[in-house]
């Protein structure tokens, strides 16, 4: 299996566009998640699924983020309308248990939004 | 809220140094894990510790949780350039439901 694979790797916007992130998780996992780095708040979670369904997005900082998982091979997170707070890496992870040391994690999207 | 501590926040050392990297919780932690990244790459998984006193090795790195199970401390020995990355602690959360932190990381450098 190549592993989480997200896309882009890089992307760099403007204020106020729309900005798709998309994840392809390990075939088999149960469970994606999320997540947003940042050098002041460093790793957080914005949401995960279970089999397609979202069950926690506590961490979805506003309602100018979405996530959507229409099958267990895709994922996207939305930002609509971006903001230059918003620029951060974006880390998507997989995994076949519930706890984050079964994870996979992507390589990440870099996010710049100017 | 619980947190995860990081010490200290960077880290540069002359190759074949020892280091030692320090994870403190205000709370008991039912797991601590920890995790490298390197620069712009995803984690990935080093070592989980869950018992009280535990200790565990994976080449040149060892981990160890204390007894009350709120500090985790990571200890390099004989740093190599290939250590260089960041360094992350995580814990699970004891609540109701999923909850997972991560510190906010350690960067290390090592200098051939």
């Known amino acids: 299996d190549a592993g989480v694979i997200q896309s882009p790797r890089h992307e760099v916007t403007e204020m106020g566009q729309e900005v798709t992130l998309r994840c392809k998780p390990i075939?088999?996992?149960?469970?994606l998640f999320w997540y947003r780095q940042t050098m002041m708040r460093g790793l957080e979670l914005l949401i995960y699924?279970?089999?397609?369904?979202?069950?926690?997005d506590s961490g979805m900082p506003e309602d100018r983020f979405s996530a959507k998982m229409p099958n267990a091979s895709f994922s996207t997170l939305k930002i609509q309308p971006s903001e230059p707070r918003d620029s951060a890496v974006y880390f998507c992870?997989?995994?076949?248990?519930?706890?984050?040391?079964?994870?996979?994690f992507g390589q990440g999207t870099r996010l710049t939004v100017v | 809220s619980q947190e995860l501590e990081q010490s200290p926040q960077s880290l540069i050392v002359q190759e074949g140094k020892n280091l030692t990297i320090n994870c403190t919780s205000s709370?008991?932690?039912?797991?601590l894990y920890w995790y490298k990244q390197k620069y712009g790459e995803g984690l990935i998984f080093l070592m989980m510790?869950?018992?009280?006193?535990e200790e565990k090795s994976h080449e040149k790195i060892t981990a160890k949780l204390d007894e009350k199970k709120q500090q985790s401390s990571l200890h390099i020995t004989a740093s190599q350039p290939s250590h260089a990355g960041i360094y992350l602690c995580?814990?699970?959360?004891?609540?109701?439901?999923?909850?997972?932190?991560f510190g906010t990381g350690t960067r290390l450098k090592v200098l051939a």
């Open positions: 992870a997989s995994s076949s248990g519930l706890s984050v040391s079964e994870a996979f």
């Open positions: 075939s088999g996992h149960d469970y």
């Open positions: 699924f279970n089999n397609n369904v979202p069950i926690d």
């Open positions: 709370k008991t932690l039912y797991g």
């Open positions: 510790l869950q018992k009280g006193g």
């Open positions: 995580g814990a699970d959360i004891p609540s109701g439901t999923y909850k997972y932190i």
